[in-house]
């Protein structure tokens, strides 16, 4: 059974950086996409970032130039760099990892941006 373990979320001012990181754990022998969503209280989940396999990357416009994600596929673990925070960007993070065709979830990690 597959599971995501994320860590590295809390609270930070502005204009300062946290860096996620989420685990898979299980059977797994070769991940295809890993990333992260966003969810604030009242709004839909986002898509923050993605990785494939082959190290592409893909973000949404409002991170682009502040996140960065990245993997190491011998620990089977995506990162989320994130620099520059804004109190927007205030949300639960959730890693996820498509693996043989199934889409797994990490639990979540809250961060907070706030003076």
């Known amino acids: 059974q597959v599971k995501l373990v994320e860590s590295g979320g809390g609270l930070v001012q502005p204009g300062g950086s946290l860096r996620l990181s989420c685990a898979a754990s299980?059977?797994?022998?070769?991940?295809?996409?890993m990333g992260w969503y966003r969810q604030a209280p009242g709004k839909q989940r986002e898509l923050v970032a993605t990785?494939?396999?082959?190290?592409?990357?893909n973000y949404a416009d409002s991170v682009k130039g502040r996140f960065t994600t990245s993997r190491d596929n011998a620990k089977n673990t995506v990162y989320l760099q994130m620099n520059s925070l804004k109190p927007e960007d205030t949300a639960v993070y959730l890693c996820?990892?498509?693996?043989?065709?199934?889409?797994?979830w990490g639990q979540g990690t809250q961060v907070t941006v706030s003076s």
């Open positions: 996820y990892i498509n693996y043989r065709g199934r889409n797994y």
């Open positions: 990785i494939t396999s082959g190290g592409t990357t």
């Open positions: 299980g059977t797994i022998f070769s991940i295809n996409t």
